[in-house]
C-alpha cells in the first residue's frame, strides 16, 4: 500500500511539474495559485495612462476609481469585425474596468454597426454604443474622431464609474 502510494504521489508531483521530471528537468515552476506578473501602464507625468490611435492620443486617470491597474488587453471580443485594440484593465477584487481605445473606424455608419445587439446612443454629440456583454461586463464606446473610438467597460459592481472615467478623459492631437 505504502508503494502505491508513493507511486502516486510521484506521478501526481510529475504532472504538476514539481521535482524536475517530465519538464526537461531543472525548469523554473510557476506556482498553480500564483498569478504571472502583469504589465504595468505607460504613466505620464501627469498621472495619466496614455493610449493612441495613430495621431490622436487618449489620456486616462492613472488609477481610475481608486483601482489597482491588472493588465492590459488587445482585442474586444464584442467587435463585429477585427480592429486595433489598445487598453489597460484596472481592478477592485473581483471587479474590473477596462478603458481602451479602438482605431480604425472612420465614420458614424461603420460605427453604428459595430457591436451587434447594441443600442446607438449619443455622447456629448459623438455617436455612441452601449451594450452587455455574455459574461456581464457593462460596456459603453464613442466615436471621438474619425479612426478612433474609446471604449470603457466594467463588471456590474463598477458600472456607475463608467461616466465619471468617460468625464475625466482627454485628447490631444
Do not use: H
Not at 9 to 36: I, N
Request: proline share 8%; hydrophobic share 40%.
Amino acid at each position: 500500500m505504502r508503494r502505491l502510494a508513493a507511486v502516486l504521489l510521484m506521478l501526481t508531483l510529475a504532472a504538476c511539474g514539481a521535482g524536475g521530471s517530465g519538464r526537461g528537468g531543472g525548469d523554473e515552476v510557476q506556482e498553480p495559485w500564483s498569478t504571472p506578473p502583469q504589465p504595468k501602464p505607460a504613466i505620464t507625468g501627469s498621472g495619466t495612462v496614455a493610449l493612441s490611435c495613430d495621431d490622436t492620443g487618449v489620456r486616462v486617470p492613472a488609477s481610475p476609481a481608486g483601482l489597482t491597474p491588472a493588465g492590459t488587453f488587445a482585442r474586444l471580443d464584442s467587435l463585429a469585425r477585427p480592429l486595433k485594440v489598445e487598453g489597460r484593465i484596472w481592478s477592485d477584487n473581483d471587479e474590473r474596468m477596462y478603458v481602451g481605445v479602438v482605431c480604425g473606424v472612420r465614420t458614424a455608419e461603420q460605427f453604428a454597426t459595430l457591436v451587434a445587439r447594441s443600442t446607438l446612443t449619443a455622447y456629448q454629440g459623438k455617436p455612441a454604443l452601449r451594450w452587455t456583454t455574455r459574461t456581464g461586463v457593462r460596456s459603453f464606446m464613442w466615436l471621438e474622431r474619425p479612426g478612433t473610438a474609446v471604449y470603457i467597460g466594467a463588471t456590474p459592481g463598477l458600472a456607475d464609474d463608467i461616466k465619471p472615467i468617460a468625464a475625466d478623459i482627454t485628447f490631444t492631437a
